[in-house]
């Protein structure tokens, strides 16, 4: 099972922008902003009682964010379960028959280990798995 909803991912064009939106429409507070250059995204995450907000703004047309954004246009694009073992997540959700789009995970925001299953096999929602490295073994 998961531990819990992590965050919501909602693509953006403007980051600076958007933050200020969910400041002022919903008193949201702005935690942190990072750049992920796997993903070629800056994010912004905003505290929303137990879990966050991760607004998502591509940093060149590579970024699948960037895609989305040109296709869809700004809007919800993901949700984030924490795990606590994304391997072992991962091969129980092959084998339930969820479709990877990470075999392995790979290095996301806050230096968590983070995979991706495909919309296509969870019901249209674009699903990311992310387990919090622990100070040894990021230093491993
Ligand atoms: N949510 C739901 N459906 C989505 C989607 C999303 N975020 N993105 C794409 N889709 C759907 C499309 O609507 C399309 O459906 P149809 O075939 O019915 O039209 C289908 O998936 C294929 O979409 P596409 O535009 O052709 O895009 P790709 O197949 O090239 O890529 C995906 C889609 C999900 C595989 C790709 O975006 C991906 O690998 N995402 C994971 C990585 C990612 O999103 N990173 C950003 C977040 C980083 C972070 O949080 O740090």
Same mark, same amino acid.
């Given at each position: 099972?998961?531990?819990?909803? *992590?965050?919501? &991912?909602?693509?953006?064009?403007?980051?600076?922008?958007?933050? =200020?939106?969910?400041?002022?429409?919903? &008193?949201?507070?702005?935690?942190?902003?990072?750049?992920?250059?796997?993903?070629?995204?800056?994010? +912004?995450?905003?505290?929303?009682?137990?879990?966050?907000?991760?607004?998502?703004?591509?940093? *060149? @047309?590579?970024?699948?964010? =960037?895609?989305?954004? +040109?296709?869809? &246009?700004? &809007? /919800?694009?993901?949700?984030?379960?924490?795990?606590? *073992?994304?391997?072992?997540?991962?091969?129980? =959700?092959? @084998?339930?028959? /969820?479709?990877?789009?990470?075999?392995?995970?790979?290095?996301? +925001?806050?230096?968590?280990?983070?995979?991706?299953?495909?919309?296509?096999?969870?019901?249209?929602?674009?699903? @990311?798995?992310?387990?919090?490295?622990?100070?040894?073994?990021?230093?491993?």
């Amino acid at each position: 099972p998961v531990e819990q909803l *992590d965050h919501i &991912g909602i693509a953006v064009n403007d980051l600076e922008a958007s933050v =200020a939106f969910y400041e002022q429409a919903f &008193g949201l507070k702005l935690e942190r902003i990072e750049t992920v250059a796997d993903q070629s995204v800056r994010v +912004a995450f905003l505290t929303a009682g137990s879990t966050h907000l991760e607004l998502l703004c591509p940093t *060149d @047309e590579r970024a699948a964010v =960037a895609k989305f954004l +040109a296709k869809r &246009g700004p &809007g /919800l694009h993901h949700i984030a379960f924490s795990v606590k *073992d994304i391997e072992r997540s991962l091969a129980a =959700a092959a @084998e339930r028959g /969820l479709a990877l789009i990470d075999q392995q995970p790979r290095l996301g +925001a806050g230096g968590k280990k983070i995979a991706f299953l495909h919309p296509k096999s969870t019901g249209g929602v674009l699903t @990311e798995y992310c387990q919090t490295v622990m100070e040894d073994e990021a230093h491993a």
